[in-house]
């Protein structure tokens, strides 16, 4: 017994006709009766009785057509989930603390790009770029350019984000609205961890020797916000883009910089050979929102 068969049978339950079925099918009447008599002599039992009302179901016929309805919406459910998979795979999307994501979720929407196929996944950018590498993600958010683990991979730069004195309220320059760095050269810094935030020691080191200093590290933090609960202590300073939690943690400010150095880049990471249309798609989305919206509150 074919498809065929099934789906003729419920279109004669339906329409109780030969003739009514046979228009719908687009078949000759006769194709119907001979499908609707093989199926009958399959099953071994009638499943149609011929009444003033049209053609009827049977009991036998009822217990069939409802078996022939689950065959067929399990086939059509089944080629459904087939194509969207081929479709729209799943897209997972790996990122540094940041508030950024949210901004790039919207204009995401902007772009008119379907939301319900990616996930999200905050990393640190070491662990992005190992799971980007084991297939558990297929792009990549992060600060700064890590070379010693991107082997493998493909580097974008999207952005260069403006980084701020953070300094405590209460600290002496907190009222200034610019400040050259080396103001802050007698005073304590925050780093973060360098297992954690490999890029981000050495371009804060970087910035504080192109000022004339070398910055002397008063605590390395586990995380974004560990480093600016510290700051907001009044223990340090630090060297940080705006927006990198996503809640205001009051007890510190941010300074403007008096320097051309004071960016770091945003990255964007993918497999190379990366051929998957999704892919490719909502990497130019990203690349184009950067550079039209400038994200630059990252």
Known sequence: ???????TLMMVASARSISKASHLLHLSQPSVTRIVQEIETIVGSPLFSRTKDGMILTNDGKKFYKLATKIIS????TISDLKNSHKKGVINIGFCPSIMIFNLIEQLRYANFSMDYIRFHEFNTKRQLIALKNSHIDISITRGADT???????QITLHKAELFAVIPAAHRLSGKKTLNL????DDQFVALSEKSFPFYNSTMTAICKNAGFIPSIGFSANGYVAALATIAAGSCVGIF????VNSIIPGY??????????FIDITCYLRKG???KEIIDIISIIRNQFCNFGLSDI
């Open 253 to 262: 400010v941010y300074i403007p910089l008096r320097t051309r150095d004071n």
């Open 274 to 276: 990366e051929k998957r």
């Open 74 to 77: 399990s086939l059509h459910k």
């Open 241 to 244: 883009p705006r927006g990198i």
């Open 1 to 7: 017994m074919e498809i065929r068969h099934l789906k």
């Open 148 to 154: 010693a683990h991107s082997e493998g991979l493909e």
């Open 182 to 185: 080396d103001e802050l050269k």
